[in-house]
């Protein structure tokens, strides 16, 4: 799912500044199930705007829709809410706020940075990226691990010289990508996979803006 | 992250038979948690009760739901009769009437098992048919994390709902003296709330909000305690590896770590929130704690 991380209360206050009514809305959907952007975390942000000395003067309205990456949705919800208002505060990824921001014709403003599409670990509470979207998927190869995400230098065929009992070089407790391929190829009986060279990736599916047809 | 199932009483008794021996001395209501927190629920009265063939609990009397298991009532009765198990039937035909220890809003309820996750008895899942979570009343012991973990605000609890416990909050607040720091402490009933009254006399600037358990303190409430003019803001919890509802403490301590980031990015000091997690009736603890926490607080100054 979209991991993603608020922006601090500071970085909000310059975003708002000068708006008086602001709609905060949260989105039920990847955030909310990691209580990143839901309505629970709207209504603390609202709480905390009273408690800050500029925000205190901003008058807050909190809602929260299913998700925000839904146009049809984001303006059954919010038309209403957002001719009330001078701005939208948006707790969803970037692609909602977009989406919020082209539906109406106040600013949408982020209150979170997008940080990765990753998986949560609950009993340490991290989360952790596990794929970047390159647009040509080798799992089926890598034994379900994908090592150009967990591979710092996305090597496709590794690992590297700076693996370090297990780790990598770049961090003595993150785990070479490559390791865990061996071992999970390994244990599938699948280690011969390792010996066809991997060809480089085909970087142009990764151009921006991509689209495609549904 | 599974939860090893507690102890539980074992519903199945019949309760007329079980209370015959009951010579109402009132020893199970005096030595009972809930009853502390909770004037209604009354141990003793439901013994007689079903005594008297009176098992049919009001869809309104929600304070069942408060007993949480622990066995006092059964442990201390001279007489051994099985209270425990009585409530615990009890609850059961509760139940069976639609009387829950919690409401899902299954309109609301986004499957996201937050609640699951956070039970400390397994007793909320969500239902891999429907997407929506539901609680087995006979499982649930009302900690109230679940509550605190739902990002969509789809359960409320049968008792002490938020706006109750935000009226707590309030009236505790109102209460507190103008001069010294106000401080509100919020004390578990198991082990912190015991610890903090027997310190709470001397310190007429510190005021009790008693929650059936740390993992039940909404980040919510803080703030809301600091906006209604708190100068601090106090957790006192069981010590660690002794809380009731077995990972509660834990988790009031790292939601207490994420509050206390906020507060800093606002400005606040986070020092002007604390947790002490300490062992049942070590009052002298919190005593210390409330006179050096007033005195930090004096030394900040008032909120900025």
């Not at chain 1, 890598?142 to 961090?171: A, Q, W």
Request: proline share 5%.
């Amino acid at each position: 799912m979209i991991i993603v991380e608020t922006k601090k209360i500071e970085e909000l206050a310059e975003s708002l500044a000068g708006k008086k009514k602001v709609l905060i809305v949260g989105c039920n959907g990847c955030v909310g199930i990691h209580q990143q952007g839901g309505e629970r975390q709207a209504e603390e942000l609202a709480e905390l705007f009273k408690l800050d000395k500029v925000l205190k003067n901003v008058d807050t309205t909190v809602t929260s829709i299913l998700r925000q990456c839904d146009k049809s949705i984001v303006k059954d919800a919010l038309t209403d809410l957002a001719a009330e208002a001078d701005a939208i505060l948006a707790m969803a990824c970037g692609a909602g706020v977009q989406v919020v921001a082209e539906s109406f014709d106040i600013p949408a403003l982020p209150a979170h940075n997008t940080s990765f599409i990753g998986v949560q670990e609950r009993e340490s509470e991290t989360f952790y990226e596990r794929c970047v979207a390159c647009g040509n998927c080798i799992l089926h190869l890598t034994g379900g691990i994908c090592p150009v995400t967990r591979c710092p230098k996305s090597h496709m065929n590794g690992p590297c010289g700076g693996l370090y009992n297990g780790k990598c070089e770049t961090d003595k407790n993150r785990d070479c990508a490559w390791i865990l391929i061996y071992n999970r190829l390994k244990a599938l009986g699948e280690l011969d996979r390792l010996k066809t060279i991997m060809e480089p990736k085909d970087f142009s599916k990764k151009t921006h803006p991509r689209s495609q047809e549904a | 992250m599974s939860a090893e199932p507690s102890q539980v009483p074992d519903a199945d008794v019949n309760v007329r038979e079980e209370s015959l021996p009951c010579y109402q001395c009132g020893i199970c209501s005096g030595s009972c948690p809930a009853a502390r927190l909770e004037s209604t629920f009354n141990p003793r009265r439901m013994v007689v009760n079903s005594n008297l063939g009176k098992t049919k609990i009001p869809a309104n009397n929600k304070s069942i739901w408060l007993c949480a298991g622990c066995f006092c009532c059964s442990h201390n009765c001279p007489n051994d009769v099985k209270v425990a198990e009585i409530v615990a039937e009890l609850r059961v035909e509760a139940a069976e009437v639609g009387n829950l220890p919690l409401v899902i809003d299954e309109k609301k309820c986004i499957g996201c098992a937050n609640c699951e996750y956070a039970c400390p008895e397994d007793a909320i899942k969500v239902d891999p048919g429907t997407m929506v979570s539901k609680v087995d009343p006979s499982l649930c012991r009302s900690c109230g994390t679940c509550a605190v973990e739902c990002p969509v605000f789809a359960i409320s609890y049968a008792n002490f709902d938020d706006s109750q416990y935000e009226n707590m909050i309030m009236k505790t607040l109102e209460g507190l003296p103008e001069g010294d720091p106000k401080i509100i402490a919020f004390t578990c009933n198991w082990c912190g709330h015991t610890g903090a009254e027997s310190s709470m006399a001397p310190h007429p600037n510190v005021g009790a909000v008693n929650m059936l358990c740390t993992g039940r303190i909404d980040p919510l409430f803080i703030y809301k305690a600091f906006h209604a003019g708190a100068d601090g803001v106090l957790i006192a919890g069981c010590a660690p590896g002794r809380c009731f509802y077995k990972w509660n403490n834990k988790k009031a301590e790292s939601r207490t770590k994420r509050i206390k980031r906020n507060l800093e990015e606002l400005g606040i000091e986070p020092e002007r929130m604390r947790i002490d997690l300490v062992e049942v009736n070590n009052g002298a603890v919190f005593s210390d704690s409330f006179d050096s926490f007033t005195e930090e607080l004096k030394k900040l100054g008032g909120k900025k």
